[in-house]
């Protein structure tokens, strides 16, 4: 049994050595050679003084690099800790500081965005040290930020034996299964739980090669498509809503044998327009951070019910359940609860808000299970914003606004947006006797948070609505807005 993630690597060489595991550009790397650019950089990062649970921060955009160094990290028995390269200063310091961790490895151009903490870029990281050996699955791999990167971050805690379970789930699939043959597009971003495990650890698994682009773009992408024959296109919801606007897409798309999605909501009607121009259907999953992150998928139905996110994968088990715990009747909406081994440990550093005992975690998430046990995403009990697929917490972004000038008080919702999902809208009241310039309040958001947080839309207002507590009301927000 593999007990280190980076183990799964090793066997896959054995098997597929002379098999190309890796295209970027005009760069190619077989399973045999990505093996041993991993065990020089695990042995890099044991000879610079690393033990064995220090954290390291990867802020390295998608490429060969970025799988040496995470691969790497883990086979040292070090903690991954992959972040958003559109982070600030500010955000990566605060990572920085609640994680604890030791070295940063960038990516070029990035390195003089950490202050006070040691930065290497990938290329600084070969060495002979020798390495320990692995002992227990439950050691802590990898640390994924699912919230805000200011004021109170929260960081899922993945073991190698989550984020083992997670692609064994995956490679138990039926006939719809990633092989040692397919090509997969590597293009969603490799610090998202969904392009890490759900793309680069499920081809690690299998031997599939992964052709990696660093950022979607519609030509750049059909044109990878159409040299390198991918079989398997794993996109986020706008890009298949990008990729609609190109008339040669049929054409383009005649290897893809399979298209995924997953990391947000899909509106069924995209699905059905892609579907129509292409010829191939679009299959959905749902899944979380915390679960590693595969939760149910439609991949293995023949005919996927419009709007379902599919059925639980092997060796997941999903209910929904009431306020109290109990199991909803029928086809009763309720909170989605899920168990597997692909699930975390816990928010770091001391394991709060996990599975209870027994074994069971609170999503947080809305659905439903019809009689055939497809899953039915109906809404949020977080406030959570998912643009592109990244996870926005409003109180991040409040906490900002409030500091620009002439702001005394803001509230955040999301809104749909047919480009990115869901996007950020702010509502801003003024301070006495001041006025917003709404131009002004944008640019000081820019400066302190990624793009991807940033309001889109800022609405100023007289008031905000509250509750009899004090707190906004945001479902009233919501209303005054639809």
């Not at 220090?54 to 690099?65: D, H, Q």
């Not at 620009?404 to 749909?416: K, Q, S």
């Amino acid at each position: 049994m593999n007990v280190n993630f980076a183990d799964i690597l090793r066997d896959t060489a054995q098997r597929h050595g002379e098999r190309p595991a890796l295209v970027d550009g005009d760069r190619r790397l077989t399973w045999s050679e990505l093996d041993r650019a991993v065990d020089r950089t695990a042995q890099g990062l044991a000879a610079a003084g690393l033990v064995p649970g220090y954290r390291v921060l990867l802020l390295v955009a998608n490429s060969i690099e970025f799988v040496t160094s995470y691969l790497g990290i883990l086979r040292a028995g070090l903690v991954a800790v992959p972040l958003n390269t559109g982070l600030t200063r500010a955000e990566l310091a605060t990572v920085a500081e609640h994680s604890g961790a030791r070295l940063a490895v960038a990516g070029p151009g990035l390195a003089d965005r950490f202050e006070g903490l040691p930065a290497v870029s990938p290329d600084q990281l070969e060495g002979d040290a020798p390495l320990l050996p692995p002992i227990d699955p439950e050691t802590l791999a990898v640390l994924l930020y699912t919230s805000g990167t200011s004021g109170d971050p929260r960081a899922a805690m993945l073991t190698h034996r989550a984020l083992i379970a997670n692609v064994r789930n995956l490679s138990e699939l039926g006939e719809d299964r990633m092989g040692p043959d397919d090509v997969v597009l590597g293009v969603l971003p490799m610090f998202h739980a969904f392009g890490l495990n759900a793309v680069l650890g499920w081809a690690v698994a299998t031997g599939a090669t992964v052709v990696v682009q660093e950022r979607f773009d519609p030509e750049e992408t059909l044109g990878l498509i159409r040299s390198c024959g991918v079989t398997r296109l794993p996109l986020a919801p706008p890009a298949l809503h990008a990729l609609l606007a190109r008339s040669d897409l049929r054409d383009a798309l005649q290897t893809v044998k399979v298209v995924l999605t997953g990391a947000s909501t899909l509106d069924p009607s995209l699905a059905a327009r892609f579907e129509e121009a292409t010829g191939l259907r679009v299959h959905q999953g749902y899944g979380l951070t915390e679960a590693s992150p595969g939760v149910t998928t439609t991949l293995g139905e023949t005919a996927p019910k419009p709007g379902s996110v599919g059925r639980p994968l092997p060796n997941v088990e999903v209910r929904i359940a009431d306020e109290q715990g109990e199991d909803m009747e029928g086809d009763d909406p309720g909170e989605i609860l899920i168990r597997g081994g692909n699930l975390f440990s816990g928010y770091w550093p001391d394991g709060v808000d996990g599975p209870d005992a027994d074994g069971w975690y609170r999503t947080g998430d809305v659905g439903f299970l019809d009689a055939d046990g497809d899953l039915f995403l109906v809404d949020r009990l977080r406030e959570l914003i998912i643009v592109s697929g990244f996870n926005v917490f409003p109180s991040e972004v409040e906490e900002v606004l409030v500091g620009a000038p002439g702001v005394r008080e803001a509230a955040v919702i999301g809104v749909p947006s047919e480009e990115t999902g869901e996007a950020v809208k702010a509502f801003v009241v003024p301070l006495p006797d001041a006025s917003v310039d709404v131009a002004a309040v944008r640019e000081y958001a820019e400066s302190r948070l990624a793009r991807f947080k940033c309001p889109v839309e800022i609405e100023v207002v007289d008031s905000l609505p509250h509750s009899v507590t004090g707190k906004v009301a945001k479902g009233r927000l919501r209303e005054v807005d639809r």
